[in-house]
């Protein structure tokens, strides 16, 4: 991964040769559309998040502000951020989210590397249906899609009343509205984010590799540990961050299936923007949130492809 | 020629109470309809350095792969130091297979790759450190124990893909297109050592190729292999000069075949009126024909003699020609003559001086003839 500070010196050095000016705009164009998209709605979400709370449209006081007799008076405040920190409800929330995403991570990681594992080794007729399978749910509504989810977790669902039918409980169990609905929720909704790559990955291998290890005596499930989860990993990687990272930001999920016990900081900073309006603290929720986020993903993400793809 | 017949002079298969060391009785292999290999039949003996020869798809490596275990027989017994293999997965196999593909971990040091054989087994760590080294000191690659199989030159993987078919020192290696990737000059050099190899470990070596030249240098004995099926299986020499069907002689080397009718059959040789030749071939053998039966009578290219056109026509073996088309090789030239039957005659000669003493050029027209032992009679 190169700095950005790098990647625009080497941009600026290849403006002085022959051919400059197309490839400025092929690169413009994906640079541009990182800072409209991404570099400036961040620094407004920043700019909000040390802006002073007050009752009005927009409901924040601007940073700058000309004053009487031509002064400019600037307005920044840290008090959002120490808030975050003062009351126990943010850093519980923030806690909650990413163990609930750590743990939905981990689950997906078991249920999508053999469903992602099955596809693969399945014949090849079969393989690209099977992936269809995987891909279809998007083409419904995500919200729809988690609306249906309460036909199957409520007490007179879908899943309870199998179970009743069956007999193996006399009472509905109560699944909505508690913490396992919120998982099961993610895990629904996030698991082809994990199955996607794990299979690029698997798909790669080179099926003589597997051979080569039982050649050499490995049994069948030591090839398996030596061979293709290693060789996989970076597959896993990349899955685990597409489901950890939005997990732990979920709202809609923990809004519809999930009770008030354990509170997602997604919500927390729905509550602040629209239910609070305090839209400086829902910022500061944000940005705090983005920092706790990016540095150690991005670590993580560091340390897996120097282990795995780095040589 | 075949440097690697040195390694057994005893012959083993020529010793009928020898025991063979891998025995490949009936053996067929069916993918769907359409049969792989096809009623095979081998006898590999210890110490050997055995070639399966054939055009893609003639089903050596799918009889190589039933020899690793990756493929069931449909039909037939495989034996290996007498074990009957049917119901033993590769893993337990005394046998160790070097890939076409190499198969190197990728995500293994080249040490690490070597190493993984030995680890299966359970060997310790100290005596894996030493065979590891051990063994990548005898393919000449000690230098480059950590670097990862990317790094690396096709040479040099092809090296550490040896090393590790050999570090768990099977009693049977099975090597797939192994100098393949490889330039022709590494190849040739390769080849050698590879014998070399073979000869120091004194495993028994069975090698796929679809390169004769290949197979005639490193092998004791070639296994000639044609839709799915042993055309014929001989030592280097045995097959080039006597092979026993039209098939083995056009594959192996270049061929003149001419086909042609028995006229008479004596017990030590045999006439045959071939209108190709445009005269009468005599073949220093006989009996085993009938007179009146339809014959091929192949002459290998370097066994034909050039003379000036004129020369007195010796009435058998001999005819003359223009010639239409010269290969420079370097080392021989080959000539292409037409007879008057339109049949095409190849002979080389060996360019000996700078200037050839009597320089043959396009369309010049030349006599040629050929002794009788050096006429193979085929029966088709």
Excluded at chain 1, 122 to 151: D, E, K, N, Q, V
Excluded at chain 1, 188 to 200: D, G, K, R
Excluded at chain 2, 18 to 37: Q, T
Aim: aromatic share 10%.
């Amino acid at each position: 991964m190169r700095s950005p500070a790098k990647s625009f010196a080497a941009v600026v050095r290849r403006l002085h040769q022959p051919g400059a000016a197309g490839r400025l705009t092929a690169l413009a164009i994906p640079y541009g559309w990182l800072a409209l998209f991404f570099l400036l709605p961040l620094l407004i979400v920043l700019k909000i998040s040390v802006s002073e709370s007050v009752m009005g449209i927009p409901p924040y006081l601007p940073i700058v502000q000309l004053a009487e007799k031509a002064q400019v008076q600037i307005h920044l405040t840290f008090s959002n951020f120490a808030l975050l920190l003062r009351d126990n409800m943010y850093v519980v929330a923030y806690i909650n989210s990413v163990k609930i995403a750590a743990i939905s991570t981990l689950i997906s990681v078991v249920i999508g590397y053999s469903m992602a594992y099955a596809i693969a080794r399945s014949p090849l007729r079969w393989r690209y249906l099977l992936l269809m399978l995987i891909i279809i749910p998007f083409w419904t509504s995500f919200l729809i899609r988690i609306y249906a989810m309460i036909g199957f977790l409520k007490d007179n669902g879908l899943i309870n009343n199998v179970l009743m039918a069956l007999g193996v409980i006399d009472q509905p169990i109560a699944i909505m509205y508690t913490p396992t609905a919120v998982y099961i929720g993610i895990i629904y909704s996030y698991l082809p984010f994990m199955v996607l790559p794990i299979y690029a990955a698997l798909e790669r291998m080179d099926p003589s590799l597997l051979e080569a290890a039982n050649d050499l005596g490995a049994r069948p499930w030591k090839a398996f540990l030596r061979v293709t989860l290693p060789l996989s990993m970076p597959g896993v990687v990349a899955g685990s961050l597409l489901v950890f990272i939005p997990a732990v930001g979920e709202f809609v999920i923990p809004e519809l299936l999930g009770g008030l016990g354990s509170p997602m900081i997604g919500k927390v900073l729905w509550a602040e923007f629209f239910s609070n309006r305090d839209w400086p603290v829902a910022s500061a929720v944000a940005v705090a949130m983005l920092a706790l986020l990016v540095v150690p993903v991005m670590m993580f993400d560091r340390f897996a492809s120097r282990y795995f793809r780095g040589r | 020629m075949a440097v690697g017949s040195g390694g057994l002079q005893d012959k083993p298969w020529t010793d009928p109470k020898a025991e063979p060391f891998v025995r490949v009785l009936g053996v067929s292999k069916y993918f769907g309809d359409i049969a792989a290999v096809n009623g095979v039949d081998l006898n590999i003996y210890r110490g050997e350095f055995f070639a399966l020869l054939g055009a893609s798809g003639c089903g050596k490596t799918t009889l190589l792969r039933m020899l690793a275990g990756f493929e069931t027989p449909s039909a037939g017994k495989i034996f290996i130091d007498g074990v009957d293999m049917a119901d033993i997965p590769p893993y337990r196999r005394p046998v160790n297979m070097m890939f076409q593909s190499y198969a190197l971990f990728p995500h293994m040091t080249v040490g690490q790759n070597v190493a993984f054989g030995l680890q299966q087994e359970g060997v310790a760590k100290a005596e894996i450190a030493d065979r590891v080294a051990e063994m990548l000191d005898l393919v000449q690659i000690k230098a480059l124990a950590r670097r990862k199989p990317d790094q690396l030159s096709g040479g040099q993987r092809q090296r550490v893909a040896l090393a590790r078919a050999l570090v768990k020192r099977p009693k049977l290696v099975l090597l797939d297109e192994p100098l393949g990737a490889l330039d022709r000059k590494l190849r040739e050099q390769t080849q050698f050592e590879l014998v070399n190899i073979q000869e120091k470990l004194g495993a028994t070596f069975v090698i796929v190729t679809h390169d004769q030249e290949e197979a005639m240098t490193m092998a004791t004995r070639v296994c000639v292999m044609n839709a799915g099926m042993v055309e014929q299986v001989g030592a280097p020499a045995e097959v080039y000069e006597y092979p026993n069907s039209r098939f083995v002689a056009d594959f192996i080397g270049t061929a003149n075949l001419f086909d042609g009718l028995v006229t008479e059959v004596s017990s030590d040789q045999t006439r045959i009126a071939s209108p190709d030749l445009g005269g009468d071939i005599v073949v220093g053998s006989g009996g085993a024909v009938a007179k009146g039966a339809s014959v091929s009578v192949m002459v290998r290219p370097e066994k034909i003699q050039v003379m000036p056109s004129g020369s007195p026509d010796p009435g058998f073996n001999s005819a003359e020609g223009i010639v239409r088309e010269i290969a420079y090789l370097g080392d021989v030239s080959v000539y292409h003559v037409e007879l008057i039957s339109g049949k095409r005659v190849q002979f080389t000669r060996a360019n000996l001086l700078h200037t050839a003493d009597a320089p043959l050029t396009w369309d010049d027209r030349v006599r040629f003839q050929w002794h009788p032992d050096n006429g193979i009679m085929l029966v088709q």
